[in-house]
T-cell receptor, first 110, second 110 residues
Framework: GIQVEQSPPDLILQEGANSTLRCNFS?????LQWFHQNPWGQLINLFY???GTKQNGRLSATTVATERYSLLYISSSQTTDSGVYFC????????????FGTGTRLQVTL | DVKVTQSSRYLVKRTGEKVFLECVQD?????MFWYRQDPGLGLRLIYF???????EKGDIPEGYSVSREKKERFSLILESASTNQTSMYLCASSRFYEQYFGPGTRLTVT
């Protein structure tokens, strides 16, 4: 099946700093989503982005499908950004089945 | 706003008990999913359903069954709970590609 790798596994930032999270995947994809899992375990949709670039406030994401990677940018980080960020992909042969990466754990400190 | 709800946030059951986890979505989505999340293993798909009374095995279906009698409701059943089924269980729904998750049920089997 498709492989999804995220880096870095852990990240500690001071409030106000910027960061880039990376997601590499091993095959063509129909669907790529970024999620934020908050400390209570809820997975919150950030972006649906199988290709191209999207922005939502301080967050933006870019997926280069031909090179099989996606980037999540967090600017001016806040303590509420802490949690685990997951990339999940659905490959072209498995309708609706998402494969998740192992996540990037982000801690934003004061 | 899409809303996916799960019947319990925390559940404690004994080994050998039959356990029902309920998931309800209010957006008329065709697709529903059950995942479990474990430290170091990430999110793994247990079962999914494309329509009422339809079900497909995911990556780790052993020890679980599911029921979808109504479009909005997808139940996960542990026929005889075991300690290795202690985990966080997450339900999701989608119409096309973008999946939306419920708050999760943290199940402990003692």
């Amino acid at each position: 099946g498709i492989q999804v790798e995220q880096s870095p596994p852990d990240l500690i930032l001071q409030e106000g700093a910027n960061s880039t999270l990376r997601c590499n995947f091993s095959d063509s994809v129909n669907n790529l989503q970024w999620f934020h899992q908050n400390p209570w375990g809820q997975l919150i949709n950030l972006f649906y982005i199988p290709s191209g670039t999207k922005q939502n406030g301080r967050l933006s994401a870019t997926t280069v499908a031909t090179e099989r990677y996606s980037l999540l940018y967090i600017s001016s980080s806040q303590t509420t950004d802490s949690g685990v960020y997951f990339c999940a992909v659905e490959d072209t042969g498995t309708a609706s089945k998402l494969t998740f990466g192992t996540g990037t754990r982000l801690q934003v400190t004061l | 706003d899409v809303k996916v709800t799960q019947s319990s946030r925390y559940l404690v059951k004994r080994t050998g008990e039959k356990v029902f986890l309920e998931c309800v979505q209010d957006m008329d989505h065709e697709n529903m999913f059950w995942y479990r999340q474990d430290p170091g293993l990430g999110l793994r798909l247990i079962y999914f359903s494309y329509d009422v009374k339809m079900k497909e095995k995911g990556d780790i279906p052993e020890g679980y069954s599911v029921s979808r009698e109504k479009k909005e409701r997808f139940s996960l059943i542990l026929e005889s709970a075991s300690t290795n089924q202690t985990s966080m269980y997450l339900c999701a729904s989608s119409r096309f590609y973008e999946q939306y998750f419920g708050p999760g049920t943290r199940l402990t089997v003692t």
